[in-house]
C-alpha cells in the first residue's frame, strides 16, 4: 500500500526528467527566494538539463538558496568526482544559482563539520522542496542502512554496496572515498516536500521495498512513508515492482 505518496510513472528517463523539472520549476516559481535541497547521482542529471533548460527559456533560479545532501571526505571541490563540481558543472552554473551550500569534503574535522552544516540548514529556514535519489541498498543522501535511522548530519562510512555502485565514476573502486558527510534523516524529513527521482530496473526492487515494505532503518528511504508530502516521480522501468 502507498500510504502519502503521490507516485508518477513517466514511459522513460527523458520523460521522467521532464515531469520532475516541471514539478520543481513550479515549486521555486511560487517561492522564489526559498530554500531548496539537491541531490547528485546520475538519476537527477536529465532533469537538471531541463532545468537549464528552462532557464533559457525565461525560468529565474537566481533568488533561491541550496543545500546539498552529501559529498565524499576527503576530497577537494574541483576534483571531478566530488559532488561540488558536479553541482558546480551541472547545476549552479547552468541554473544561475549562487547562494549554495554543501558540506564541505575538505573539512580538517569532519564531525565539527557535521554539527556546523546542520546549523546553517536551521538558520536558513523552512526548506521548500528536497530532491532525492535512492541508493541501489535503499540509502538517501549517505544514510546507509543500518541498525537506526541517524537522525543528524553524520561523518559516515560508506557502505561497500555504495562504494561498488559509484565505482563507475572513479578510475576504480579503490578511488572511491571511504567516508562521506550527509544530512540526516531529521532534516530531510523536515522539508515541507520530498520529490524522489527513481530510474531503471535495477531500482525497481528497492523501489518496491521503500514505499511499501516495511518502514525499516535497513532500508533508509522506507522512512519517507511517514511524510506527509512525498512525491515520486518513477520510469516504468523503475516502477515495475509496485
Ligand atoms: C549516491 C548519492 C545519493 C544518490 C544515490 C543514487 O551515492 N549519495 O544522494 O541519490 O547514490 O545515485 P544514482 O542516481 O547515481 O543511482
Redesign the pocket.
Known sequence: MLRNINLIIEADYAAMSKKAADIFAREVAGAPAGVFGF??????EGMYAELAKQRADGADFSGITTFN??EYHPIQPDDAQSYAYYMKQRVFDPLGIVRTNLPNGTAPDPVRECVDYENKLAIAGDMMMQI?????NG????NEPGEVFAAQAAYVPLAQA?ID??ARLFDDASQVPRH?LTMGIHAIMMAKKILLLVSGQGKAAILAAALTGPITPQVPASILQLHPHVTVVADTAAASAL
Open positions: 541531490a547528485t547521482g546520475s538519476t537527477p545532501l552529501d532525492l535519489g535512492i541508493g541501489n540509502h538517501i543522501g549517505f555504495t555502485a559509484n562521506a
